[in-house]
Nanobody, 124 residues
Framework: EVQLVESGGGLVQAGGSLRLSCAASGLTFDDYAIGWFRQAPGKEREGVSCFSESDGTTYYTDSVKGRFTISSDNAKNTVYLQMNNLKPEDTAVYYC?????????????????WGQGTQVTVSS
């Protein structure tokens, strides 16, 4: 059974850092694109960062470029999102997700499996 379990969210002051983790079971990153999405109150779910091990590409939404880094550890079957220089506008519920694709996809509807979400709150 495919399962994605997230951890690492919390409360942080502006300028601080958090590292989100998503432990995957029932799948391998060779066969899936892995994405981090977020949804803030009153806003649509948006792609934050996506990674495809198959083609070696990454995607970052413009607002997080230079601040966030996606990575994976195949031995641990875990994907990470390192978030630095956090801003209040980064406050959202963050989700990791897996899409059965061999390339980066950024649309949420392409993702079949989702984690439970973890709250990230950035105070000013």
């Amino acid at each position: 059974e495919v399962q994605l379990v997230e951890s690492g969210g919390g409360l942080v002051q502006a300028g601080g850092s958090l590292r989100l983790s998503c432990a995957a079971s029932g799948l391998t990153f060779d066969d899936y694109a892995i994405g981090w999405f977020r949804q803030a109150p009153g806003k649509e779910r948006e792609g934050v960062s996506c990674f495809s091990e198959s083609d070696g590409t990454t995607y970052y939404t413009d607002s997080v470029k230079g601040r966030f880094t996606i990575s994976s550890d195949n031995a641990k079957n875990t994907v990470y999102l390192q978030m630095n220089n956090l801003k209040p506008e980064d406050t959202a519920v963050y989700y990791c997700a897996a899409a059965p694709a061999s390339e980066v996809v950024i649309t949420p509807m392409a993702y079949d499996y989702w984690g439970q979400g973890t709250q990230v709150t950035v105070s000013s």
